[in-house]
């Protein structure tokens, strides 16, 4: 078993917990919605900016509000699904763009040779200023405050931040774990094949012993020879000298 012990203060540089964008996500997701959406179904509603059909494209809604809703829509994708510091702080920064020139676009449109935004459809000064609102302000203000505050939450490294980041390490630990325990049997049991070695060497041994044994049984016979074929020649000597010593 595995123990896995970290410094508690730790972890959390880049790798942060995923609820960290989870409220601020949501949030630039149903706004970015709205920014992108609400030119093409205002007139379902009364509530709308010239032309007044319906799903009808100019370039005036692309730049100024579907172009904003898109990126604040991206950004709270980010911010809800990333694990990342640096991805989450991107989806931000997204965020904060978008909501910016939701503010600061429409006031430039006279500037901008991009298309114009179209004018209010509303018959009374408090219809005419709360499309303006929705449509533009009060939606760019919202998801400016949203991103911000994500922004400021993703610059700071939380303690919850240092945990996920624990948590994440001694998960890898524990796989590691698992992993080399998994291996372990599989190397025991290949371990007994080791010993045909020695037997080739006792082997080996035993084939020098006999040779050894060979050697000596040839070295007694020919040992034994040399004495016979030695007693063969001193046999007439004695004999003659026996005669002679007879003859006197």
Wanted: neutral net charge; charged residues 10%.
């Amino acid at each position: 078993m595995s123990h896995y012990s970290a410094d508690p203060l730790s972890g959390g540089g880049m790798q942060i917990a995923r609820t960290r964008g989870l409220a601020s996500g949501v949030l630039l997701l149903v706004l970015g919605a709205w920014a992108a959406i609400v030119p093409f179904i205002g007139d379902y509603l009364d509530f709308a900016y010239t032309p007044t059909s319906t799903w009808t494209w100019s370039s005036g809604r692309g730049w100024y509000e579907v172009a904003p809703g898109a990126a604040a829509f991206l950004g709270g994708l980010l911010l809800l699904f990333s694990a990342n510091r640096a991805v989450a702080i991107l989806g931000a920064w997204l965020g904060i763009a978008a909501g910016a020139w939701l503010i600061i676009g429409p006031q430039l449109a006279t500037f901008l040779d991009i298309g114009s935004i179209g004018t209010p459809t509303g018959t009374s000064t408090g219809v005419i200023a709360l499309e303006r609102l929705f449509y533009f302000d009060a939606i760019g203000a919202a998801i400016l405050f949203v991103a911000a505050v994500a922004l400021g939450r993703l610059s700071v490294r939380s303690v919850g931040d240092v945990r996920a980041a624990h948590r994440r390490e001694a998960a890898v630990v524990e796989s590691l774990a698992s992993g080399r325990a998994a291996t372990q049997p599989a190397t025991t049991a290949a371990q007994p094949a080791a010993p045909a070695a020695p037997a080739a060497t006792e082997g080996a041994a035993a084939t020098a012993a006999g040779g050894d044994v060979h050697a000596n049984r040839q070295h007694h016979r020919h040992f034994h020879f040399m004495r016979r074929h030695h007693g063969e020649q001193t046999q007439p000597t004695t004999s003659s000298s026996g005669t002679q010593t007879q003859d006197h």
